[in-house]
């Protein structure tokens, strides 16, 4: 299996404290930068859509 493709979300803080990480495909993944050893949350696309949608809003 491929490793995704990742990188820093967009409403990452930009002050290299708060990031998050996500990789985008039929199920999109998302990881805290400072604790990727311990895991990622798998995510439809449809919700991580309306995640960021919301988030815009």
């Known amino acids: 299996m491929n490793e ?3 990188h820093t ?3 990452t803080d930009g002050r290299g404290g708060n990031c ?3 990789a985008e495909g039929p199920m999109t993944r998302i990881r805290d930068t400072k604790n ?3 895991g990622h ?3 439809p696309a449809e919700e991580w859509t ?3 949608t919301a988030l815009r809003g």
């Open 36 to 38: 990727r050893d311990l």
């Open 20 to 22: 998050v990480e996500v």
């Open 4 to 6: 995704p493709a990742w």
């Open 41 to 43: 949350l798998d995510v």
């Open 9 to 11: 979300s967009t409403y």
């Open 50 to 52: 309306a995640v960021v």
